[in-house]
């Protein structure tokens, strides 16, 4: 039963332009949300996240949007560079111990 | 700081071997520890979760154990591995439940042949 979805396996973005990584949810017991950014043969790297009393987190050039009645977060990259090429993945906590996981979205930014 | 160290990076066992693969974590005390497992074309898996020593929850019944021997080092096992045992398989630590980021090792790339 996946409760944390990424629908878009891929995606390929120019350097430069927004990169914007989707994902949905379905327990509407998660409150807190994180973006994880994970290169081939090493773990994943913690990027963003944001709580469900809010709406949206900005940390540079990351910005997470969350739209809880949508049961829908977003991560917004801009401006994407070509390091930013990476394996994104979302992650769904329901104040207990563990994430959910969605299955990434494989990011290309191209120069 | 704290850091997070797995071993070994990569392994090639053949059905039916024992596993064991460490994670022990510096810098911090009482953390809880996970594991996790990404097979190909998959998210990530949770395997088993602890917030302390002797306090281990699974979460996928599958031909797998954890153990916690120390309260800074988990444990992965199987007494016979499965051709589907195959994958990349993270450990992880944080602090509490609340909201704190698990962080998590660089991975032990596991291939049974």
């Known amino acids: 039963d996946q409760q944390v979805k990424q629908n878009s396996p891929s995606l390929s973005v120019q350097e430069g332009r927004i990169s914007i990584l989707n994902c949905d949810y379905t327990n509407s017991m998660f409150d807190y949300f994180l973006w994880y950014k994970k290169y081939p043969a090493e773990g994943p790297t913690f990027l963003i996240s944001?709580?469900?009393?809010?709406d949206k987190n900005e940390d540079g050039r990351f910005t997470v949007f969350l739209n809880k009645s949508a049961k829908h977060l977003s991560l917004h990259i801009v401006p994407s560079q070509p390091g930013d090429s990476a394996v994104y993945f979302c992650?769904?906590?329901?104040?207990?111990?563990?994430?959910?996981f969605g299955k990434g979205t494989s990011l290309l930014v191209t120069p | 700081s704290q850091t997070i160290h797995q071993w070994p990076a990569t392994l090639v066992q053949p059905v039916g071997s024992p596993l064991s693969l460490e994670c022990t974590v510096e810098g911090t005390s009482n953390p809880n520890l996970y594991w996790y497992r990404q097979a190909a074309g998959r998210g990530l898996q949770l395997l088993f979760y602890?917030?302390?020593?002797?306090?281990i929850s699974s979460e996928v019944p599958q031909n797998l154990s954890a153990s916690r021997p120390q309260d800074r080092q988990f444990i992965l096992s199987s007494k016979k591995l499965l051709l589907s045992d195959s994958g990349f398989y993270l450990c992880?630590?944080?602090?509490?439940?609340?909201?704190?980021?698990?962080?998590f090792g660089n991975g032990t790339r596991l291939t049974v042949t």
């Open positions: 992650a769904a906590r329901n104040s207990g111990y563990a994430l959910n």
């Open positions: 944001i709580s469900s009393i809010k």
């Open positions: 602890s917030i302390g020593i002797d306090q």
């Open positions: 992880a630590w944080t602090l509490g439940p609340g909201n704190s980021p698990l962080h």
